[in-house]
Nanobody
Framework: VQLQASGGGLVQAGGSLRLSCAAS????????MGWYRQAPGKTRELVAV???????NYADSVKGRFTISRDNAKNTVYLQMNSLKPEDTAVYYC?????WGRGTQVTVSS
């Protein structure tokens, strides 16, 4: 399976973005899907994960601001990001099972 992430960009602090990760194959059988991010000079960190049943978990730094969701019919996982902060600036990666997407840049200006 291949993953194509999109939706990144430049936004002002307080703004919103929605990231999408489209898979080239069905995700129905994929139990865990997630979004991770890596800021310059930092290690990659978990942002949010969602199970096949729709249960989600979030990093403390994004709780209440980000929402992960999945659409099995479209083979796509989303990350809705609201109230963005400059510290959210990073390359965001999606992960479906053991497979990583290429990443999409999110830049939040102050």
């Amino acid at each position: 399976v291949q993953l194509q992430a999109s939706g990144g960009g430049l936004v002002q602090a307080g703004g919103s973005l929605r990231l999408s990760c489209a898979a080239s194959a069905s995700i129905v059988s994929v139990r865990i899907m997630g979004w991770y991010r890596q800021a310059p000079g930092k290690t990659r960190e978990l942002v949010a994960v969602i199970s096949g049943g729709g249960s989600a978990n979030y990093a403390d730094s994004v709780k209440g601001r980000f929402t992960i969701s999945r659409d099995n019919a479209k083979n796509t996982v989303y990350l809705q990001m609201n109230s963005l902060k400059p510290e959210d600036t990073a390359v965001y990666y999606c992960k479906l099972g053991p497979v990583w997407g290429r990443g999409t840049q999110v830049t939040v200006s102050s």
